[in-house]
């Protein structure tokens, strides 16, 4: 990855980001497979050395490494393992790696730290945090070390003290736990979902850029096109719709009282992650054809 620095920020912050990483054949981190789209892997992989982005699109990363490395540095308790590198051999042909912060063997139990916006926490949406934690448990599994539970130790970034004097619902404080209890169904369900993520990147390696499977919309950030139901006249939406369906039936009731005076205006969603977040939409079909990129 080439790293450019147009805001010249001091140096410290250019070599924090700086890595002579090299993908390995055949090997897949656990981050990969679970928080990228399978297009996205792989242009990652194929594009790698081109692939440029600046050091002030990474400050949140920095952040996130500083928090991690003065965990690091803390010395752990005799039955615990910190920052184990773990590399798993999957079938014939592939591995997955990762490496979990911490595993606590006399309580059975993985944490990662996370650096999160507060929104993540109030949504409560971490399906992806859980299935990252399974991801680790399995990997400690497979080398004879008993998992029963995992953990995030989430740390908003964006925390507001005031907002939580005052409302109950918001996290009352920057930084959340949030624990999973992990069976032996638990294991067999993340033991299938990884060998079947390697089943298609064996496919996937095989094909082109076009014939990559698309982005869903969640992955590109894409909430979806919205219809508006809006007077002629205005720009301002009366109400919007997730759906044509629904946006006629509320069009219909209109037209009942105010005839002529309503229509629908479709409101195309915005790609997101395309747009501002994803390293490699020059390389990505998708992208350079819908935002007529050369």
Not at 180 to 187: A, E, G
Not at 270 to 277: I, N, P, Q
């Amino acid at each position: 990855m080439k790293i450019t620095n147009n805001l010249n920020l001091p140096q410290p912050f250019v070599s924090a980001v700086t890595s002579d990483y090299e993908y390995k054949d055949k090997q897949y981190s656990v981050t990969s497979l679970l928080g990228d789209s399978l297009r996205e892997t792989m242009l990652k992989r194929r594009y790698h050395h081109e692939i440029e982005q600046d050091v002030a699109d990474m400050i949140w990363m920095i952040v996130g490494n500083g928090i991690h490395k003065v965990l690091e540095d803390a010395e752990e308790e005799s039955h615990e393992l910190k920052e184990e590198y773990l590399n798993i051999e999957v079938g014939d042909d592939y591995k997955i790696s990762g490496k979990a912060d911490l595993y606590n063997a006399k309580d059975k139990k993985v944490t990662d730290y996370k650096t999160c916006s507060v929104w993540k926490i109030v949504y409560g949406d971490y399906e992806d945090w859980r299935k990252q934690l399974l991801m680790y448990a399995w990997m400690f599994s497979q080398i004879g070390f008993d998992v029963r539970s995992g953990e995030i130790v989430a740390i908003m970034k964006d925390h507001s003290k005031s907002k939580a004097k005052f409302d109950k619902d918001y996290p009352q404080f920057p930084v959340q736990t949030i624990t999973f209890n992990f069976n032996d169904d638990d294991f067999i369900e993340i033991e299938n979902y990884i060998k079947a993520k390697f089943e298609e990147i064996k496919k996937l390696e095989q094909v082109s850029d076009e014939e990559l499977p698309m982005c869903s919309l969640k992955d590109r950030f894409n909430n979806g096109d919205k219809y508006a139901v809006k007077k002629k006249a205005n720009k301002t939406a009366t109400k919007l719709h997730d759906t044509l369906e629904e946006a006629q039936s509320h069009l219909d009731n209109l037209e009942n009282s105010y005839p002529n005076i309503y229509e629908i205006e479709i409101r195309p969603g915005e790609d997101k992650k395309c747009l501002e977040y994803c390293s490699v939409c020059e390389f990505c079909p998708y992208y350079k054809e819908k935002y007529k990129v050369s």
